[in-house]
């Protein structure tokens, strides 16, 4: 399964604790909680280019399934990490205390992110 395309975010669930919880301003979250976001996939077998732009922030990131990469985190923070594979359609990271789920069910991209007991998720459509 591909994961090339563009989606736009739907739905987003437990935004503000999250956010707050990985140290975001009481700012900070009000302005994302409106913003329009979208994430640009490119895939070329176990090579990704992600983009995402939320709002006129825009956080891209290269890496290959399996392997170290720097990869750039909406808050500003870069991190070494590897990004895996389980199955066709399920990309898992950890970044330091947060752990990355970016799951493909046909045109729904279902990305959760979660930090000690709290879990955000976002839902998005490709389009």
Known sequence: MSFTGKYE???QENFEPFMKAI???DEQIEKGKTL???????QNGKNFKVTITTGDKVVTNEFEIGKEAELD?????????VVNMEGDNKMVVNLNDIKSVSELSGDTLTNTLTKGD??????????
């Open 73 to 81: 985190s909406p808050t500003g923070h870069k991190f070494k990490a």
């Open 9 to 11: 975010r739907q739905t």
């Open 118 to 127: 709290i879990q955000y998720k976002s839902i998005s459509k490709r389009i």
């Open 36 to 42: 329009k976001s979208f994430t640009e996939i490119v």
């Open 23 to 25: 140290g975001l301003s």
